[in-house]
């Protein structure tokens, strides 16, 4: 583990971009083998606008990066944050509680909260007006929601009180998770059940890709399901039934659109239906 978190401190960029390329080109090949919806759309033009917002993210995150590493060392050369005040224990430990923590502000928390407050939603409705999600649509982020991630980020590091190898493990981890959670894959369904316990499982995230609420408004976890099944927002539903996109939005053509998607936030909220 002392190997792991060393190696983590000074991770090369081209070390978490090959991470990054590396998870989508692995599960692009895998929904190819074991498709969950038939692939009756065009793949690479419908990846473009969806590669699109994975550039502007990391455009955003890299010149950033020093505020993790500002915030990191203050927090630890203060004794601040959840696993500092924590009692001496294993450094195995250490590492999978700093996960956790990050995985709750960095991305449970930041997830809640946009769906809940009306103008962060709409800047998130980009990602969730996909009607073929797929491992590419996991970097689908517009460029303001990028931003507004990265301060929930912040605040994750800064009360939690990660180090640095902590915090680039659990952002590898999470790159990693959320293509394998929204990729178009078909996993046995005992199989994905059984997952679905400890991480977030494929039919599990697919559930809040759903159309309409309440399913919207469930499942908001990206590495561990745990957050969901405890803070009462874990759904089901049957992948079969599950149809992408959001009411409130239909077009296809406007949200499949680089330029349409960019100014999704600037429009007029418009109140969802929702199913009993």
Known sequence: MESIIKYFETIPPLHRSLILVGGITFFWILEGIVPLFSVNYKKWQHALPNFFFTLTTILINMPLAFLLLLCSDWAVNNSFG???????????LYVVLGVLFLDFFGAYLAHLVEHKVKPLWMVHLVHHSDHNVDTTTANRHHPLESCIRYAFTLFGVLIVGAPIGVIM?????SVICS??????????RKLDKAISYLIVSPDMHKVHHHYILPYTDSNYGNIFSIWDRLLGTYMELDRDKIKYGVDTFPDEKEN????????????????????N
């Open 82 to 92: 959840i696993i500092n005040w924590m009692p001496a224990m294993p450094l195995w």
């Open 169 to 173: 493990l659990y952002q590898s981890l």
């Open 179 to 188: 293509q394998f959670n929204h990729a178009n894959i078909s996993l046995p």
């Open 256 to 275: 499949s659109s680089i330029k349409g998607l960019l100014r999704q936030p600037f429009h007029k909220y418009r109140k969802p239906t929702t199913i």
